[in-house]
Nanobody
C-alpha cells in the first residue's frame, strides 16, 4: 500500500506565508507527477500546482507568483511554499501523486488526507 502524509498548514495571516509538505511511503517503484489541490469551503476541488519528476511545474493562475511547488525525488516528497497569502486561499489542501508500485505495473493516482489552511483577513 501507499500512503501520502501531509504536514504543515494551519492558520496564516493575510500577506503572510505558510508551507506544506507531503511524503509518500509504502510500496513505490517510481512517482511521476506530484501536485497540490485544494477545496475551498462550499466549492469543488481545484488544481493548485503540479510538478513532474523532471521538475516541470504548472500553476493555477490564482497562485502564480505567490506559491512555489518543489519536490525531493530521493525522499518521495513534494512541497508547497505559499507566500503573499490571501483569505481566498483558505481551503483544505490535498497532496496527489501518480505512483507505480512495481516495475511495469499500473499507475495509480493517490491522495493525501488533506490539511486545513486558513488565512485570516
Amino acid at each position: 500500500q501507499v500512503q501520502l502524509v501531509e504536514s504543515g498548514g494551519g492558520l496564516g495571516q493575510n500577506g503572510g506565508s505558510l508551507s506544506l509538505s507531503c511524503a509518500a511511503s509504502g510500496t513505490i517503484f517510481n512517482i511521476a507527477t506530484m501536485g497540490w489541490y485544494r477545496q475551498p469551503p462550499g466549492k469543488q476541488r481545484e488544481l493548485v500546482a503540479t510538478i513532474t519528476s523532471g521538475g516541470s511545474t504548472n500553476y493555477a493562475d490564482s497562485v502564480k507568483g505567490r506559491f512555489t511547488i518543489s519536490r525531493d525525488n530521493a525522499k518521495n516528497t513534494v512541497y508547497l511554499q505559499m507566500n503573499s497569502l490571501k483569505p481566498e486561499d483558505t481551503a483544505v489542501y490535498y497532496c496527489n501523486a501518480e505512483i507505480r508500485r512495481v516495475r511495469f505495473g499500473a499507475w495509480y493516482s493517490d491522495w493525501g488526507q488533506g490539511t486545513q489552511v486558513t488565512v485570516s483577513s
